[in-house]
Structure formats: structure tokens, C-alpha cells
């Protein structure tokens, strides 16, 4: 017998209430990865997941999950099945050369080698005076 | 909200664990002595699995249950300003039981599966949300006490080895700091308030504290070769002990500050800096666990109610491609 400090528990009669049968696999449905942008033009953020039984319903608790406090402009929802991924596993397929500052604009070391041929155009000019000298 | 960090009640399956491949297992155990977070699709062992799985689905079910005796009080808080925080604040106990029920799935184990074992009484949740929420100051006093309380164990399990786990405690934590601090502004409304405000929270204070605070953290762990592996692989990340006596470090001076007491006339810090205190009742404890405390069946006849009462919701929801029914009359 529950006798509940709670009005609304005494009201909802759990005496008579059914027995449960338990949740059946999925009942509680797929699940949609979510979103988050705070500011208008700045990226969307995978913030979570939520489960809900379509995209109409994952916003909606979405809203409410990862939208209650925080800054908000916009929540996208990707039901999760629908994300392509690669393995963390297999993350040494990103490791292709040892060494990429072929990319990078720090690769080319141009005003290096500008100096390096001024440097050697100076000391050129400059020879045939000191050969006088010691004449 | 959540406590009894670790409710251990199955050793039979973990002297059975299985041996795992040595140089597999030295790999995980340098990664997080390393300081790196397991994620879920990382090698882990058995064992772990199991382990973070129960703790993190312990602690969804406490949010979720842990909801209910608040509840109770939300339609009689005594101001909107009150009644808005209470409401904000169950919203969140509820979040947060998405979140970590999120965190769990990621382990293997699905949320109707959880529920179900939660609905069976197979797995468990903090005992503290065993006891009824008699008055408003009782509301006051767990806002207060139980956030305080699990602040002080979540803060240490955020910085335990499971990645989502860790994610989700984040913002966790976050949020309790709200609550706790709405707790301890209505603890404090009635500690200074008329004669009959103080009284009513002290009387609250006098419940909570024996046995449902006292009880939180569980019971002093007994050092053994599980317990050092648990702490080894960043399970377990402060014994009970530990985390009792932080909690009643930062707390108890707070409670006595107000001209309050604790029903504990051996309460008092010592030289070393310690607390000493009077045990309670342990026997109890496990009592509570397995079902013998004075709201056990209330808690899991409404969680019933609400999953019996909410499929139809479900069914319409999962097949709105339903025909339309010509009417009867």
C-alpha cells in the first residue's frame, strides 16, 4: 500500500494501476545526435545525443535538453545512424608523409633565400677593391 | 543528485572476472595512469566495462528518482520564485539522467534495458532518495545538503578515465552549483526566519542528517585488491571516507554558523583536522538498499505508473502513419 506525501501520486490510484510488462527493445526509439550553435555564424557543436521517434521530436527535446539554460540561436538533429564515421582505430591512415610543411606557407623560407643571394651579390662586388688594396 | 558512490552487491561475478590479454591491459593501464580518457570504442577490459557501466547507470537512475521527492513539493512551494527555481532544478535531475543514461548506452547496454532493470529492483540508486520529503524545510535541506553531497562526489568522478562519463559530469556539475545554491538560499530563508521557520528546518535537519546523510557516501570501504584496482583505473577516484569527511568539512560549519545543530553530540572536528563523528547505522543501509526503506515502493510504483501510463504516448509517436478511425457516435 503506497500512501504518498505527494496529492498527484494519491490522485494517480498506483493500487490499480496495470503491472508493468517492461520497456520492449526500442521503445524508448533511435537516437539523434544534436547540435548546438550559440551565436549566429559561428559552427554548430555536437553538444549530445537525445531519443525521440522522428526529427520533428528530437528538436523538440532537443530545445529542452541542450537549449534550457545556455545561449541559443539554432539546434540541428542528425538521427545517428545517418553519421558516416571513420574508426579511431584506424587513425594511422592519417598519418600518410612524416613531414607536411610542404603545405604549410612556413615551408617556403623565400626571404632566406633572397638574403643569402644578396649576401653573396655584396661580397662580389666588393672583391676587386680588396684585391687593389693589397696590390 | 547522486550518492553512495559505489553500491557494491554482486562480488560473486567480479571474483569470476575474466583473464584479459596482458599486454592489452598493461596498454589501458598506462594510458590512464598517463592521464588519457578510455572512449567507448577503445579497447577496455571486461571487468571496467561492467564496472563503469553499473556506476553510471546507478547514477542516471538517482537522477531520475531523485526527481520524485522534490516533486512532491512543487505544487505547494510557498513563492513563484521558489516554486520556478524548484521546477527549473527537478527539469535538471531529469537532464541529467538523459545525459549519463547517454553516457551508459555508450558502454553497450540500451536505456529500456536499464530501466527495466531499475523497474525490477535488479540494479539500484542512492538510498537517500528512500526517505520522504515530509515539510518544505525538507526541500531546503536536500537543495542544500544532498547537491552539497553530490557535488562533492561528482566533482571527483569528473575526473575519473571514462570520457563520456567525464563529459557528462561536466556539465553536471555545472548545473548543481545552481542548485545547491537555491538550496542554501531557502535553507537560509528559514534558518532566519520566524521561530516556527527555524524550527521546522532544524526538525528537517534532524531527519536528514541520521541516516540519509550520513549514509550517502556509503560505508567506509574496506581496502581490497578491487578497491585498488577500481582506484587504479580511475573508477573509484576518493574512498567514502574521503568523501565524507570534505563533505562535512565544507558543510557543517556552514549548519552550525546559523545557531543550527546536528543530532550528533559526538560531531566535532579534531586536532589532526578531521571529523569525528558517530557511525550509523549500517545494517540500515543495506536494508534501504535492497528495498526496505520507507519510500522504495512508492519510488518505483510511480517510475511504473509512468512508463505504463506513457506508452500509449510512445506507440502513437513511434507510428503516426495510424488511419483515421470513423467515430462510433
Redesign the interface.
Known amino acids: 500500500m503506497?500512501t504518498?506525501?505527494?496529492?498527484?501520486?494519491r490522485r494517480?490510484d498506483?493500487e490499480h494501476?496495470?503491472?508493468?510488462?517492461?520497456?520492449?527493445?526500442?521503445?524508448?526509439?533511435d537516437?539523434f545526435a544534436i547540435f548546438h550553435q550559440d551565436k549566429r555564424g559561428t559552427a554548430h557543436e555536437f553538444v549530445?545525443?537525445?531519443?525521440a521517434?522522428?526529427p520533428e521530436?528530437a528538436l523538440v527535446f532537443a530545445k529542452?535538453?541542450y537549449g534550457?539554460?545556455k545561449k541559443t540561436v539554432n539546434i540541428w538533429a542528425v538521427r545517428s545512424t545517418d553519421i558516416y564515421t571513420f574508426?579511431?582505430?584506424d587513425e594511422d591512415m592519417f598519418s600518410t608523409v612524416p613531414e607536411k610543411t610542404y603545405r604549410e606557407a612556413s615551408g617556403y623560407p623565400v626571404r632566406k633565400r633572397i638574403n643569402k643571394y644578396l649576401e653573396e651579390l655584396k661580397a662580389m662586388r666588393h672583391k676587386p677593391v680588396e684585391e687593389e688594396e693589397e696590390a | 543528485m547522486y550518492g553512495n558512490a559505489y553500491i557494491e552487491n554482486d562480488t560473486k561475478l567480479v571474483q569470476s572476472a575474466q583473464v584479459e590479454d596482458p599486454e592489452k591491459l598493461a596498454e589501458f593501464e598506462a594510458r590512464i595512469a598517463r592521464g588519457e580518457k578510455i572512449?567507448p570504442?577503445?579497447w577496455m577490459p571486461a571487468e571496467y566495462r561492467r564496472q563503469v557501466l553499473r556506476m553510471i547507470e546507478q547514477h542516471a537512475h538517482s537522477e531520475i528518482i531523485g526527481a520524485?521527492p522534490e516533486?512532491?513539493w512543487i505544487?505547494r512551494a510557498p513563492t513563484l520564485k521558489r516554486k520556478l527555481a524548484l521546477i527549473a532544478k527537478v527539469?535538471d535531475e531529469v537532464?541529467h539522467g538523459?545525459?549519463l543514461y547517454?553516457a551508459a548506452?555508450t558502454l553497450g547496454k540500451?536505456?529500456?534495458a536499464m530501466?527495466?532493470d531499475l523497474?525490477?529492483g535488479k540494479s539500484k540508486y542512492s538510498n537517500v532518495f528512500n526517505y520522504?520529503?515530509?515539510t518544505w524545510a525538507d526541500i531546503a535541506v536536500i537543495g542544500f545538503l544532498v547537491d552539497a553531497g553530490a557535488i562533492v562526489n561528482q566533482l571527483a568522478n569528473a575526473k575519473g578515465s571514462y570520457g563520456p562519463y567525464c563529459r557528462?559530469l561536466e556539465r553536471i556539475c555545472y548545473?548543481e552549483s545552481f542548485h545547491l545554491k537555491q538550496g542554501y538560499d531557502a535553507f537560509v530563508a528559514l534558518a532566519t526566519g520566524t521561530p516556527m521557520q527555524r524550527e521546522m528546518v532544524q526538525d528537517a535537519l534532524n531527519r536528514w542528517w541520521f541516516p540519509p546523510l550520513m549514509h550517502f557516501f556509503g560505508p567506509p570501504d574496506t581496502i581490497s585488491v578491487h578497491t585498488e584496482k577500481l582506484m587504479r583505473w580511475k573508477v573509484k577516484m576518493m574512498s567514502n571516507e574521503e568523501m565524507r569527511q570534505d563533505f562535512m568539512e565544507q558543510y557543517v560549519p556552514k549548519i552550525w554558523e546559523l545557531g543550527l545543530t546536528l543530532p550528533d553530540p559526538k560531531l566535532k572536528k579534531k586536532e589532526d583536522g578531521s571529523w569525528e563523528y558517530t557511525q550509523p547505522d549500517w545494517d540500515e543501509f543495506f536494508r534501504v538498499i535492497n528495498g526496505d526503506g520507507p519510500c522504495n515502493?512508492?519510488r518505483l510504483?510511480?517510475r511504473?505508473?509512468a512508463?505504463?501510463?506513457g506508452?500509449w504516448v510512445?506507440e502513437a509517436?513511434?507510428n503516426?502513419t495510424i488511419k483515421h478511425i470513423v467515430p462510433y457516435a
Open positions: 503506497v504518498s506525501l505527494d496529492p498527484r501520486i494517480a498506483l494501476s496495470p503491472a508493468s510488462s517492461g520497456l520492449n527493445p526500442n521503445e524508448h526509439w537516437t549530445g545525443i537525445v531519443h521517434p522522428d521530436m529542452e535538453q534550457r539554460r574508426q579511431h582505430k | 572512449e570504442d577503445d520524485l516533486g512532491t505544487t527539469q537532464g538523459h545525459l547517454a548506452e540500451s536505456r529500456e530501466i527495466n523497474l525490477s520522504p520529503a515530509k557528462a548545473e515502493k512508492e510504483a510511480v511504473r505508473y512508463e505504463e501510463n506508452r510512445r509517436l513511434m503516426p
